[in-house]
Each structure stands twice: as structure tokens, then as C-alpha cells.
């Protein structure tokens, strides 16, 4: 798998003609995104406001995120050291990527390589975006929380405060803190709040300023959970407002948490399960919170190894059957249904009328966001049945939530180790 990875890489930099046949833009120059932290911290070490038109980026960003980026020009890092930085990146993730995906067999290397190898990884590493270096610090969150000694899931914490204070949305992993024996998970917890409020105070400020500047995902680049509204021709506020009643109506009338119902988990599973709760927990916190990007999918590669290991599981239910390999389809179409339908688009574009056509790509853009949205629905099911059996596992006794997510049931699937 991983000699697989290197040659497919190493081919996209000898032809990158490859991203245009996935509809990816790339401007003839890589690591563009870790250049502009660069930038930034150059410009900011020169005395100038990093938040304003940068004249040392290519592109002129402003910068958008946490001022703690700002520290590489204090530590020598410039510009010039922009190939290092950014290979750095890509290498970090790689090698997080390799550590969490360990295949047992051909079939599952290959469904790995699915995650890997697909175009949110292709753009996050081509752009050395800074999302690879969250990626691999909330990675060891529930690599941490799955380890059998005390203080080694109290380490925890820091990867989780160094992400948030990088980039402020990984704060939702602390959800995963809830998990484990009753009274180490409260003070966990807890102590774990009060670490992201003081954190949250002292970055209020920069914040603010960056707030405005943050550009607002949308089309082939967002996953934003407004999106299907404002294509419909919402305001911005409009699309708010539409997309929380979708949320509300959905969850009352789906109860997703049922999807979940007839699976279980041994401790076994435990670093899966808890990688999958990780994955979930940042894909729908920022989808609802209308601020997620395409490439943000390379959290997806926290959800492979969980459902190949359901996807093996033969003895089960048909409901069970039936929603395992649903999943398993939306999530490779989260990974890889827009190369496949702009693949589409372009072989049909030609053979119909423009108007014709304009309506058709509309229609796929609608299809996308229902598709998008079903894909959250999975997901938030899943947290919903995490957050409810840590609760209750808080409420009845020191026992672990993974313990209490082992209760059998006749129609249900129980995984073992």
C-alpha cells in the first residue's frame, strides 16, 4: 500500500494533467497553502498586519488563521524554507494515514487506497493545506484515549488544545473525551472544558479579527451544510435559518441514532470506534456550522477502518447488511463522486444544448447536497449513539462507554477484536 501511494504521487508530479481530469485546479505551483502561512509570518515579522492583502503571497491572502502560525519567522522558518515545510506536511499525514490504515489482506489495502488516493487528498496534499497537520495532531486523540494506562488518555489533552489553538474548529473532538470509566472520564471532561474556554478567551481576539475574513465555502470547494439552500436562491441568513430546521425535522423524524441501533463494539474495536467518532465528530460539526471544505474529506480516512471491519462481518441482520454497504457507498461517493461526475459532465458536455446543459449541471449540484447531506445524517446517527451510551455510561457507573456499546441484542451485529 504505501509503495502504491508514493508511485501515485510521484505520478501526479510528473503529470499533473491528472487533476484536470478529476475537475481539480492546480496552478502550476505546489504547496501553495503552507506558502501563504509563510507569507504571512514574514509579513508579520516585518511589522506589517498579516490580516490585511498579503503582497508576499502569490495569491495576496490575508491571514485567516490562529496567530500561533505566525510563529515560524521566531524560529528562522521563512518562505524559502516553503518545500521543507510543506513536504513536512504531507509526509506527517503519511505517516499518521499509514500508522491508523493497517491492511490484513489485498481487498482491504485496496479499500484503503480509496481514501488515500482520492481527490480531497489529492488537493489537501498538492496544496500542503495546514488541515494535514490537524489531521495528524487530533489522529492521536483516540489513539491516546484507546491506551490502557491512565496517564497516557490524560495525554490526550494536548493534541486536542495544540489543534484547537491552531485552527479552533478540532474543539468538537472533546466529545471524544467523554469516553472511558465514569469518574476519569467527569474529570477528563471537565478539565477538558475548562482548558478549551481558557483557550477560547485567549484567542477571542483573534478571533474577531479573522472572523470577517474567513471565506465562506461554496460549490465544488464547500461542503457547507447552507449550500443546497443558497444554490436554491436563499440569502445567506435565509440558508441559516432553512438549514437548522432541516437538521431538527431530520433528526425527529429519521432518528439516525436507529441505524446504530444492531451494532455493537468489543474494547477490541475500541481505537477504531473511537477513530470513527473522531472522523464524525469534524466532518458534521463543520458541515453544520457551514464552514466545510472538499479537502476536509481526508478525515474520512478516520472512518475506512471501522466500516471495512463492519463490511467483513458476514453473520449479521439484513437491516444491519443493508445499512453497512449504503454507508460504504456514500462514503466512497464522499471521496470520489465529484471526479466521478464531472467526469460525467465533461463527455456530455458537447452533445446538448448549453441550456440544456446548464439545467443539467444544476441538477447534479442538487443531487450532490442531498447525497451530502444524507452522508452527515449517517454520521450524526453515529454520534448521537456515542454521545447517549458515554452519558449513560456516566450516569450508572465506572464502567467505559465501549463497555456499555456491548449490550446484545437478538437483531444486532456484535464485533469482536
Given at each position: 500500500?504505501?509503495?502504491?501511494?508514493?508511485?501515485?504521487?510521484?505520478?501526479?508530479?510528473?503529470?499533473?494533467?491528472?487533476?484536470?481530469?478529476?475537475?481539480?485546479?492546480?496552478?502550476?505551483?505546489?504547496?501553495?497553502?503552507?506558502?501563504?502561512?509563510?507569507?504571512?509570518?514574514?509579513?508579520?515579522?516585518?511589522?506589517?498586519?498579516?490580516?490585511?492583502?498579503?503582497?508576499?503571497?502569490?495569491?495576496?491572502?490575508?491571514?485567516?488563521?490562529?496567530?500561533?502560525?505566525?510563529?515560524?519567522?521566531?524560529?528562522?522558518?521563512?518562505?524559502?524554507?516553503?518545500?521543507?515545510?510543506?513536504?513536512?506536511?504531507?509526509?506527517?499525514?503519511?505517516?499518521?494515514?499509514?500508522?491508523?490504515?493497517?491492511?490484513?489482506?489485498?481487498?482491504?489495502?485496496?479499500?484503503?487506497?480509496?481514501?488515500?488516493?482520492?481527490?480531497?487528498?489529492?488537493?489537501?496534499?498538492?496544496?500542503?493545506?495546514?488541515?494535514?497537520?490537524?489531521?495528524?495532531?487530533?489522529?492521536?486523540?483516540?489513539?491516546?484515549l484507546a491506551d490502557g494506562?491512565?496517564?497516557?488518555?490524560?495525554?490526550?489533552?494536548?493534541?486536542?488544545?495544540?489543534?484547537?489553538?491552531?485552527?479552533?474548529?478540532?474543539?468538537?473532538?472533546?466529545?471524544?473525551?467523554?469516553?472511558?470509566?465514569?469518574?476519569?472520564?467527569?474529570?477528563?471532561?471537565?478539565?477538558?472544558?475548562?482548558?478549551?474556554?481558557?483557550?477560547?478567551?485567549?484567542?477571542?481576539?483573534?478571533?474577531?479579527?479573522?472572523?470577517?475574513?474567513?471565506?465562506?465555502?461554496?460549490?465544488?470547494?464547500?461542503?457547507?451544510?447552507?449550500?443546497?439552500?443558497?444554490?436554491a436562491g436563499q440569502g445567506?441568513?435565509?440558508?441559516?435559518?432553512?438549514?437548522?430546521?432541516?437538521?431538527?425535522?431530520?433528526?425527529?423524524?429519521?432518528?439516525?441514532?436507529?441505524?446504530?441501533?444492531?451494532?455493537?463494539?468489543?474494547?477490541?474495536?475500541?481505537?477504531?470506534?473511537?477513530?470513527?467518532?473522531?472522523?464524525?465528530?469534524?466532518?458534521?460539526?463543520?458541515?453544520?456550522?457551514?464552514?466545510?471544505?472538499?479537502?476536509?474529506?481526508?478525515?474520512?480516512?478516520?472512518?475506512?477502518?471501522?466500516?471495512?471491519?463492519?463490511?467483513?462481518?458476514?453473520?449479521?441482520?439484513?437491516?444491519?447488511?443493508?445499512?453497512?454497504?449504503?454507508?460504504?457507498?456514500?462514503?466512497?461517493?464522499?471521496?470520489?463522486?465529484?471526479?466521478?461526475?464531472?467526469?460525467?459532465?465533461?463527455?456530455?458536455?458537447?452533445?446538448?444544448?448549453?441550456?440544456?446543459?446548464?439545467?443539467?449541471?444544476?441538477?447534479?449540484?442538487?443531487?450532490?447536497?442531498?447525497?451530502?447531506?444524507?452522508?452527515?445524517?449517517?454520521?450524526?446517527?453515529?454520534?448521537?449513539?456515542?454521545?447517549?451510551?458515554?452519558?449513560?455510561?456516566?450516569?450508572?457507573?465506572?464502567?467505559?462507554?465501549?463497555?456499555?456499546?456491548?449490550?446484545?441484542?437478538?437483531?444486532?451485529?456484535?464485533?469482536?477484536?
Amino acid at each position: 500500500m504505501v509503495a502504491v501511494v508514493i508511485f501515485y504521487y510521484l505520478l501526479l508530479v510528473l503529470c499533473p494533467v491528472m487533476f484536470d481530469w478529476m475537475g481539480l485546479v492546480h496552478l502550476g505551483r505546489w504547496f501553495l497553502d503552507s506558502f501563504a502561512i509563510l507569507a504571512s509570518s514574514d509579513f508579520a515579522a516585518l511589522g506589517h498586519d498579516p490580516h490585511q492583502a498579503n503582497p508576499l503571497d502569490p495569491m495576496r491572502r490575508p491571514h485567516v488563521y490562529s496567530d500561533w502560525w505566525l510563529g515560524f519567522a521566531a524560529l528562522g522558518i521563512t518562505r524559502a524554507h516553503n518545500f521543507w515545510v510543506g513536504g513536512a506536511f504531507v509526509a506527517a499525514f503519511f505517516l499518521l494515514a499509514f500508522a491508523i490504515l493497517r491492511p490484513r489482506s489485498g481487498p482491504e489495502a485496496g479499500w484503503y487506497l480509496l481514501f488515500l488516493c482520492a481527490p480531497p487528498a489529492m488537493v489537501a496534499v498538492e496544496r500542503a493545506n495546514n488541515d494535514l497537520v490537524i489531521f495528524c495532531l487530533l489522529a492521536w486523540v483516540p489513539l491516546l484515549l484507546a491506551d490502557g494506562r491512565r496517564w497516557v488518555r490524560w495525554c490526550s489533552l494536548v493534541p486536542l488544545l495544540l489543534a484547537t489553538g491552531l485552527k479552533f474548529y478540532p474543539a468538537v473532538a472533546g466529545l471524544l473525551l467523554l469516553d472511558g470509566k465514569r469518574r476519569e472520564a467527569c474529570w477528563r471532561a471537565g478539565v477538558g472544558v475548562v482548558l478549551l474556554g481558557l483557550l477560547f478567551a485567549g484567542l477571542y481576539e483573534n478571533i474577531r479579527v479573522i472572523q470577517p475574513l474567513v471565506p465562506a465555502p461554496g460549490g465544488a470547494n464547500g461542503l457547507g451544510g447552507r449550500n443546497i439552500f443558497l444554490l436554491a436562491g436563499q440569502g445567506s441568513m435565509s440558508a441559516g435559518v432553512c438549514m437548522l430546521a432541516v437538521l431538527v425535522l431530520g433528526v425527529w423524524a429519521c432518528r439516525p441514532m436507529r441505524l446504530w441501533a444492531g451494532i455493537s463494539v468489543k474494547d477490541g474495536m475500541r481505537r477504531d470506534w473511537l477513530l470513527f467518532a473522531l472522523g464524525s465528530a469534524v466532518l458534521c460539526g463543520c458541515f453544520f456550522a457551514g464552514t466545510s471544505y472538499y479537502y476536509r474529506m481526508i478525515f474520512g480516512v478516520m472512518l475506512a477502518p471501522l466500516t471495512w471491519r463492519l463490511l467483513q462481518k458476514n453473520a449479521m441482520p439484513r437491516a444491519s447488511r443493508t445499512w453497512v454497504k449504503s454507508f460504504a457507498l456514500l462514503l466512497v461517493f464522499m471521496m470520489w463522486g465529484d471526479a466521478f461526475l464531472y467526469f460525467g459532465l465533461v463527455g456530455l458536455r458537447g452533445t446538448i444544448s448549453m441550456p440544456v446543459f446548464g439545467g443539467v449541471m444544476r441538477g447534479v449540484e442538487y443531487v450532490r447536497e442531498a447525497v451530502t447531506w444524507a452522508f452527515m445524517f449517517y454520521l450524526a446517527g453515529f454520534l448521537m449513539r456515542f454521545t447517549r451510551d458515554a452519558w449513560r455510561n456516566l450516569r450508572r457507573g465506572d464502567t467505559g462507554s465501549m463497555d456499555a456499546m456491548v449490550e446484545a441484542r437478538p437483531s444486532g451485529l456484535v464485533l469482536r477484536g
